[in-house]
């Protein structure tokens, strides 16, 4: 069965940080390309970074290029979004999720429950 454990998210003010931690159970993590995507109030789904180990990229969306970062442990299938310099308009529920490996970060295979994060100004 395919499981994912989010946590990190929560309340900050503008200008603060939040790390987020995925850990992931069910597949075989190095199978995926791995990344987090997230959705706000109304709005639809939005990828916000993805390791894209098919080509050996790092892919982050323009709205937080430079802001947030992406790391994973494959030892302990865990990833992690590092979210520095957080903004209102980042209020969303953040969720990982495994991509089908080759597609770019395009085909989404599985997704968790996801994590609320509210940034406040």
């Known amino acids: 069965e395919v499981e994912f454990v989010e946590s990190g998210g929560g309340l900050v003010q503008a200008g603060g940080s939040l790390r987020l931690s995925c850990a992931a159970s069910?597949?075989?993590?190095?199978?995926?390309?791995i990344g987090w995507f997230r959705q706000a109030p109304g709005k639809g789904r939005e990828r916000v970074s993805c390791?894209?180990?098919?080509?050996?990229?790092?892919v982050y969306a323009d709205s937080v290029q430079g802001r947030f970062t992406i790391s994973s442990d494959n030892a302990k299938n865990t990833v992690y979004l590092q979210m520095n310099s957080l903004k209102p308009e980042d209020t969303a529920v953040y969720y990982c999720?495994?991509?089908?490996?080759?597609?770019?970060?395009?085909?989404?295979?599985?997704w968790g429950q996801g994590t609320e994060v509210t940034v406040s100004s």
């Open positions: 999720a495994a991509f089908l490996y080759g597609s770019s970060c395009t085909n989404y295979a599985y």
């Open positions: 390791i894209d180990s098919s080509v050996g990229r790092i």
């Open positions: 069910g597949f075989t993590f190095d199978d995926y390309e």
